[in-house]
């Protein structure tokens, strides 16, 4: 096994430590965008056996946990120019919310593909998205919401930008169990997804 | 069988709609017991349902154990802390006295009104084992801890039954005569890890308990179903987003179906004819089980249309079990 198959394998069973150490290791020698594609196709490949049900959250949130250890290590290292292209996301789980887990693996997965995720955690007002989006100058705004007491605060976001004047600035997305296709349309937001490699899809028709 | 009826019985996951009628925030409803009482009770009296739940609370447990809150005004309130991280916090957890501890003896006191004033099957809510070590683990860590750190999981597993079985017990002295398990977070879980990490526990809280009991899971819990079928509970309640044609042979007849209208974008706030067409297909789906109750996939939110909730007992009332 060589060591890009070696750091594949860590990632794969999570073990955060190790695959850090490896990447810390092996990136003065590859070219560090290299590793990445090769984790993100990765990520690919357990997320079709995640919508499959070959594998379940557990599987694939310490996996994550291992992806984003080896992405910390291997970002710096990435040319500034590679950079500067990414495309800003805001996320958030929406006021009153603080379930975190769904949020959190679409965050893993944008940026694994590369994009500027701008995680604003739980319980974040409809002022809190749209100052940090502003300030950011992000292009999506994904909200997040597990719980049906919460999710009529998706529509205080997206009215609060329409009456700002620049929802047009802004894809937003939204998620969550209770979260529906038919809800997404209802408040006017741009566009829903079932989970986070769906999500990542969403993002990329959108922009 | 816990329900005896003629015609579809109808007990929609409703508490909080209570307290709209009642012109009251979702906290004072969950501070006091005749607030509560008196919201539910504007439901029995507008829908006389099958059953009526206490309001669903999911931090009551948790809070009894000693975990702070976020209590926002109006809306469900939430655990803002999870410290119970390794073996050695596990001593921090003392198992909750129902009769003095936290709000516990608030919701027996609803309980107790419950029975008084509803000729109905009253049901109170308790909090499954695994969601309730997931409120003291942190969500991310109970799910990691499945893979990462197994035994530990299991010790805090150990503990989260006991409180629930203790607290099970007071509800049942109270006056309930059933009570709902509420276990959304295994629904994240495979089916193996289900078995180990929930569905034995939840088993073992049902074996020692007096009354029935009824799973509710959030969520596609379709894969999950018939490991949830082997926790030989005595009703299953689960949500919008499981196919009923597909799972009802898997119930076996001794056992409730409940469900599984879609509670937000149906009920809460769906246009009346989609709606009808919503209920009268589930109802034909399901018009050969007796096993079936009418219900919606998860908790209704406060501003649900009370229209269409009348709508699930008028469109129930149409169908008869006799034909």
Known sequence: MNEMDRLVQLVIEGEEEEAAALAESIVPDHDPSRIIDVLTETMREMGDKFEDGEIFLPELLIMSDALMAVMDVVEPHLRADKRQEQVTVVLGSVLGDVHEIGKNIVGIVLKANGYNVIDLGASVSADDFINKAEEKNARVIGMSSLMTTTMGQQKKVIDALVEKKIRHKYRVIVGGAPISERWAEEIGADGYAEDAFKAFKLVKTLL | ?323
């Open chain 2, 1 to 323: 069988m816990l329900f005896k009826q003629n015609t579809v019985p109808v007990a929609p996951l409703m508490g909080f709609p209570g307290a709209q009628l009642s012109g009251t925030t979702i906290k004072e409803n969950l501070e006091d017991a005749a607030t509560q009482v008196e919201s539910l009770k504007s439901l029995y009296e507008r829908y006389s349902p099958a059953a009526m739940f206490t309001m669903m609370d999911l931090t009551l447990e948790a809070e009894a154990l000693g975990l702070r809150l976020l209590k926002p005004e109006d809306a469900s309130y939430t655990v803002l802390e999870h410290p119970i991280e390794k073996e050695a916090d596990l001593l921090k957890l003392k198992i909750p006295n129902p009769a003095k501890d936290a709000r516990m003896p608030m919701v027996l006191d609803v309980v107790k009104r419950m029975h008084e004033s509803f000729a109905c099957l009253n049901i109170a809510y308790i909090v499954g084992p695994y969601t309730l070590a997931g409120l003291l683990n942190g969500a991310s860590r109970v799910i990691k801890n499945v893979l990462k750190k197994p035994e530990f999981l299991k010790e805090l597993l150990e503990i989260t039954t006991i409180v629930i079985e203790e607290y099970a017990q007071a509800l049942i002295n109270a006056g309930a005569d059933a009570l709902c398990i509420l276990e959304p977070t295994a629904t994240l879980l495979s089916p193996a890890q289900f078995d180990e990490f929930s569905g034995v526990y939840v088993k073992r809280i049902t074996d020692k308990c007096k009354a029935p009991v009824i799973l509710h899971i959030c969520g596609n819990t379709t894969r999950i179903i018939n490991n949830m079928v082997l926790t030989k509970v005595d009703g299953l309640s689960l949500d919008s987003m499981v196919n009923f044609a597909e799972v009802k042979e898997m119930i076996p007849e001794n056992m409730i179906l409940m469900g599984n209208l879609d509670p937000v974008s149906m009920i809460a706030y769906g246009e009346k004819d989609v709606v009808k067409k919503n209920i009268r297909e589930l109802l034909g789906v399901m018009k050969d089980k007796k096993n079936f109750v009418l219900s919606t996939g998860c908790d209704l939110p406060k501003d649900a249309d009370l229209d269409n909730i009348q709508l699930m007992f008028e469109l129930a009332k149409e169908k008869s079990w006799e034909e």
